[in-house]
């Protein structure tokens, strides 16, 4: 063998060697982040299991409240729509998080219904013997249990898109993220009435 053909099979070994450990960094960086956007994706199923478990309740309420507060129906109607609403886009893919309008949707229709809840709340506080019947009280308290619920699983929900998208937008993971398909997630945000919180007295 020659000097020159040599000197072309080490260089272009090197060049396998380079070329194998790009695609390997590339590879470990692709894998972690499929593990973060999982992560985002479970943390997004248990909010959606904590708006379901909302969802279930309010028939429950409702038809309780229905017994004391007839005279009430348009409160009770509008509870009854947004529910309807809210379950209208009730399962939202994983694929939902990268669009951000499908995903404004999403929350308007639980902000409608959070919403909805609150005012039939005020409207109790009309009824005593409604506010002391142990079948509401204790529909009262799952609501209350379940509002707090979804408050905790929105928050650590957005704590794992935070995680990812923080990864996701540095040097060098941006090159991968890119090559690769990896959108920027979409936050939880806040309808603008929730500084008004349901309120769930005793």
Do not use: C
């Not at 309807?84 to 694929?95: H, L, Y």
């Amino acid at each position: 063998m020659s000097k020159t053909s040599i000197t072309i099979l080490v260089l272009l070994g090197v060049l396998i060697i380079v070329v194998a450990g790009l695609l390997g960094w590339a590879f470990s960086i692709r894998n972690t982040m499929v593990n973060m956007e999982e992560s985002v994706n479970a943390s997004w199923a248990q909010v959606q299991n904590q708006y379901q478990r909302r969802y279930d309740l309010i028939p429950n309420l409702v038809e309780t409240v229905k017994g004391y507060a007839k005279q009430e129906k348009e409160v009770l109607q509008g509870v009854t729509e947004a529910r309807a609403r809210a379950g209208g886009v009730m399962n939202v893919t994983p694929e939902v998080l990268n669009d951000p309008q499908a995903f404004n949707r999403f929350q308007e229709a639980q902000a409608g219904l959070g919403s909805a809840l609150q005012r039939l709340l005020v409207v109790i506080e009309r009824y005593p013997d409604l506010k002391s019947n142990q079948n509401f009280l204790a529909l009262q308290a799952q609501l209350e249990g379940t509002e707090n619920r979804i408050s905790v699983e929105r928050r650590r929900f957005n704590e794992e898109v935070q995680k990812y998208n923080s990864y996701i937008r540095q040097i060098p993971q941006t090159i991968v993220a890119g090559m690769f398909g990896f959108p920027k997630k979409a936050y939880f945000e806040a309808a603008p009435q929730a500084g008004e919180a349901p309120k769930v007295e005793f």
